[in-house]
C-alpha cells in the first residue's frame, strides 16, 4: 500500500504557542488530504479536507483560524494549531488520496500535549 | 441517527478463535467499505477494501458486504495475540470522499 508519513510524531508545547505538524505522501501524489482528530478510545473525527492547491474545507463546529491547513504541493500538507490550549491536546492523523492509490492511506500519527 | 453503527465491545477471544467483527450503516448511497486495524497509539493500519456488495478474503481475513441490509462484516480466522487492536469500519460515497467511520471494536486475543 501507499505510505504517509507525518512528523513529529509527538510534540511537547507550552499553551498559547503554534505548533505545525507535516503530512507527507512518500510514495504518490496527493490530491486530497484530510486532517482527523481522535480523542482517547474514540473514533476519528474529521477536521478538515484539503485539495493541493485549493483552500481547505472544515467540517462544522471546526476553527479555520486556529487550526490552520495548508497542501500547497502534492506530497505535503501541514496542520498548523495556534495559540494552543490543553483542549486542544489529542491526537492528530492525516491521510491522503491521490494518483495511484484506491483508497485513503492513513499517517502514524501526532500526539499533541499542550501544557 | 449516526451513519455508521458498531459496537465498541470490548471483545476478548481465546487465540485460534474466529472472530465476527461487525457494522450497520444507514446511507444506502455509500460504495466503498474499508476496515482499518489501529493499535495504541498508532494511525490506522488498512486491512480490507471493497467496492459494492460481496465477499473479499486476505489471508486470515474476510470482509462481507451485504448492501441490501446495510451490513459489513470482517472475520478474523485463527486468531493471534497480536490481532489485538482496535478495528475501525469505514465507509464512503466515492475513495476520494469523506470516509465515515465506526466507533471502533477493541479487540483482544488472549493467548
Known amino acids: 500500500g501507499a505510505v504517509v508519513s507525518q512528523h513529529p510524531s509527538r510534540v511537547i508545547c507550552k499553551s498559547g504557542t503554534s505548533v505545525k505538524i507535516e503530512c507527507r505522501s512518500l510514495?504518490?501524489?496527493?490530491?486530497?488530504m484530510f486532517w482527523y482528530r481522535q480523542f482517547p478510545k474514540k473514533s476519528l473525527m474529521l477536521m478538515a479536507t484539503?485539495?493541493?492547491?485549493?483552500?481547505?474545507?472544515?467540517e462544522q463546529g471546526v476553527e479555520k483560524d486556529k487550526f490552520l491547513i495548508n497542501h500547497a504541493s502534492l506530497t505535503l500538507s501541514t496542520l498548523t494549531v495556534t495559540s494552543a490550549h490543553p483542549e486542544d491536546s489529542s491526537f492528530y492523523i492525516c491521510?491522503?488520496?491521490?494518483?495511484?492509490?484506491?483508497?485513503?492511506?492513513f499517517g502514524p500519527g501526532t500526539r499533541l500535549t499542550v501544557l | 441517527q449516526k451513519e455508521v453503527e458498531q459496537d465498541p465491545g470490548p471483545l476478548s477471544v481465546p487465540e485460534g478463535a474466529i472472530v465476527s467483527l461487525n457494522c450497520t450503516y444507514s446511507?444506502?448511497?455509500?460504495?466503498?467499505f474499508m476496515w482499518y486495524r489501529q493499535y495504541s497509539r498508532k494511525g490506522p493500519e488498512l486491512l480490507m477494501y471493497?467496492?459494492?456488495?460481496g465477499n473479499k478474503e486476505d489471508g486470515r481475513f474476510t470482509a462481507q458486504v451485504d448492501k441490501s441490509s446495510k451490513y459489513i462484516s470482517l472475520f478474523i480466522r485463527d486468531s493471534q495475540p497480536s490481532d489485538s487492536a482496535t478495528y475501525l469500519c469505514?465507509?464512503?460515497?466515492?475513495?476520494?470522499?469523506?470516509?465515515?467511520f465506526g466507533t471502533g471494536t477493541s479487540l483482544t486475543v488472549i493467548p
Open positions: 491521510s491522503a488520496y491521490g494518483r495511484g492509490t484506491d483508497t485513503q492511506y
Open positions: 510514495d504518490f501524489q496527493a490530491t486530497t
Open positions: 484539503s485539495n493541493e492547491g485549493s483552500k481547505a474545507t472544515y
Open positions: 446511507n444506502s448511497a455509500f460504495q466503498y
Open positions: 471493497t467496492y459494492s456488495s
Open positions: 469505514a465507509m464512503s460515497l466515492n475513495t476520494g470522499n469523506q470516509f465515515y
